[in-house]
T-cell receptor, first 113, second 115 residues
Framework: NAGVTQTPKFRILKIGQSMTLQCAQD?????MYWYRQDPGMGLKLIYY???????DKGEVPNGYNVSRSTTEDFPLRLELAAPSQTSVYFC????????????FGPGTRLTVT | KQEVTQIPAALSVPEGENLVLNCSFT??????LQWFRQDPGKGLTSLLL?????REQTSGRLNASLDKSSGRSTLYIAASQPGDSATYLC??????????????FGKGTRLSVIA
């Protein structure tokens, strides 16, 4: 049981490039989340999904897109990368909604230069 | 808007000392509160989850309390060890019916336990 996995671990992008951050979970969780963590700050929610085919915006969705075609996978797409998107990105999942414990992946450290 | 504050931002203690980390939140209408541990360069590990109807939760040397009416939670670590050195984050869950911020995080307390 791998839990929540994320790839890649590190990435450097040039301004204007695009990429997809991958997230997968093998716990059959319905809810999945994407957060970003800036240095010295708490985590902020980018997007979340309550099940396959259903996604919704979080607190800071601008510049990102998501899809959820399966229960297991929840990729995060960055279009036209900007320096402001330099951050550490965490994917998380939970069986149910916010009242349930969230399990986090190890994170992807992204630098946009 | 819910805001979560953690004090102190950093704490250094000698090994063996008992310590308390503080978390406060501005809106008492929460479902639960979670304490997480984050090691440098790593993801978050959930330590304790307290439902809004509970007063405290214990796991080993950790005890978390919740006073919803006053908007406060504490994480008590007994007999601290160098391996406890990490950043500790608290997060409160809001009603998902209220929109798009199901978990609101504090900025964390960076704990160093000196051998």
């Amino acid at each position: 049981n791998a839990g929540v996995t994320q790839t890649p671990k590190f990435r450097i992008l040039k301004i204007g490039q695009s990429m997809t951050l991958q997230c997968a979970q093998d716990m059959n969780h319905n809810y999945m989340y994407w957060y970003r963590q800036d240095p010295g700050m708490g985590l902020k929610l980018i997007y979340y999904s309550v099940g396959a085919g259903i996604t919704d915006k979080g607190e800071v969705p601008n510049g990102y897109n998501v899809s959820r075609s399966t229960t297991e996978d929840f990729p995060l797409r960055l279009e036209l990368a900007a320096p402001s998107q330099t951050s550490v990105y965490f994917c998380a999942s939970s069986w149910g909604g916010p009242t349930y414990e969230q399990y986090f992946g190890p994170g992807t450290r992204l630098t946009v230069t | 808007k819910q805001e979560v504050t953690q004090i102190p931002a950093a704490l250094s203690v000698p090994e063996g000392e008992n310590l308390v980390l503080n978390c406060s939140f501005t809106d008492s209408a929460i479902y639960n509160l979670q304490w997480f541990r984050q090691d440098p360069g790593k993801g978050l590990t959930s330590l304790l989850l307290i439902q809004s109807s509970q007063r405290e939760q214990t796991s080993g040397r950790l005890n978390a309390s919740l006073d919803k009416s006053s908007g406060r939670s504490t994480l008590y670590i007994a007999a601290s060890q160098p391996g406890d050195s990490a950043t500790y984050l608290c997060a409160v869950s809001l009603s998902y019916l209220s929109g798009n911020t199901p978990l609101v995080f504090g900025k964390g307390t960076r704990l160093s336990v000196i051998a």
